[in-house]
């Protein structure tokens, strides 16, 4: 959505706490941009203005430590940890005291994060070429004001011309990311 986690509307703070709720039981949570900054402000991280202004596909690139390895398996080998995604966010999330970044990029250092089994990304792995001809529609209003536009604000034309270069590559990272989630979903079951 286009709302920020810290804007005073009613739904925010009982979406944290069932999300916390959620946590305690060892229920995976997953969230994708607001999703993603709602799991953060839920575990006690802090959600503020990204330094840039992402819209369009960026490059984000692996972490080096457990919960990488553990998120991300054979995929880091087929990449080399590197990566394309489509992004739309201008905010981003702190990574909470017991969560490990997974992704960053030189924009906005913290792209997602992993405590357990719960996932929290600010990119949008989940897009389709449709959902991208469907988010352009707002793109004057999120752009207004940025002149010249920054190297991380494409326009509506080339992100919808580079969607078929990159949305395979991006499937696969979503793919593997959905089955280690899923996993965890398994694991409540017994």
């Not at 706490?17 to 995976?28: E, F, G, K």
């Not at 924009?107 to 352009?136: D, K, Y």
């Amino acid at each position: 959505g286009p709302m920020s986690v810290n804007d005073p509307l009613p739904w925010i703070a009982a979406l944290c706490a069932l999300i916390r709720d959620a946590v305690r039981q060892n229920l995976p949570v997953i969230g994708h941009c607001l999703g993603g900054q709602l799991l953060s402000k839920a575990l006690g991280g802090d959600v503020t203005r990204s330094p840039y202004k992402e819209i369009g596909w960026g490059r984000i690139r692996a972490e080096s430590n457990d919960a990488a390895r553990r998120w991300l398996g054979d995929w880091l080998g087929q990449t080399g940890g590197l990566t394309e995604v489509f992004q739309w966010h201008g905010e981003t999330f702190g990574i909470p005291a017991s969560a490990q970044r997974l992704f960053s990029n030189e924009f906005c250092a913290n792209q997602m994060f992993a405590q357990g089994p719960h996932l929290a990304m600010q990119c949008h792995v989940e897009v389709s070429t449709e959902m991208i001809a469907a988010w352009c529609a707002a793109w004057s209003d999120e752009v207004a004001g940025l002149s010249p536009l920054p190297p991380t604000v494409q326009t509506e034309q080339q992100m919808l011309a580079d969607a078929p270069a990159r949305l395979d590559a991006m499937r696969r990272l979503a793919d593997q990311l959905y089955s280690v989630w899923i996993g965890g979903l398994a694991r409540t079951g017994d």
